[in-house]
């Protein structure tokens, strides 16, 4: 069992920046493939980056690639997500997510674990 909880949310002018933490209990933190997805008003949740669970690989989104970093600290059962450059079309609640898989892009699919989500809101 994991648990996830996100803080770092807040308001933020468009071309500003914001720092996501997810704090993770358990000891098999290490072991999981770490992501963040986020979920605008009045549409379906998305998917926004992934970490394998050694930190070695990530992926993204095409609509944040370029301007959002995730890392994680496995040290501090803790990952992250710089978000740099936003946009108002950023906006949304930001959800950390936890897969059992090895393979960094099955998380796209759906996660094992939630979070219960951070806003973030960028005023133009």
């Known amino acids: 069992q994991v648990q996830l909880v996100e803080s770092g949310g807040g308001l933020v002018q468009a071309g500003g920046s914001l720092r996501l933490s997810c704090a993770a209990s358990g000891r098999t933190f290490s072991s999981y493939t770490m992501g963040w997805f986020r979920q605008a008003p009045g549409k379906e949740r998305e998917f926004v980056a992934a970490?394998?669970?050694?930190?070695?690989?990530?992926y993204y989104a095409a609509s944040v690639k370029g301007r959002f970093t995730i890392s994680r600290d496995n040290a501090k059962n803790t990952v992250y997500v710089q978000m740099n450059s936003l946009k108002p079309e950023d906006t949304a609640v930001y959800y950390c997510?936890?897969?059992?898989?090895?393979?960094?892009?099955?998380?796209?699919?759906?996660?094992?674990?939630w979070g219960q989500g951070t806003q973030v809101t960028v005023s133009s």
């Open positions: 997510a936890a897969h059992r898989s090895t393979i960094v892009v099955r998380i796209t699919e759906g996660a094992d674990y």
């Open positions: 970490i394998s669970s050694g930190g070695r690989s990530t």
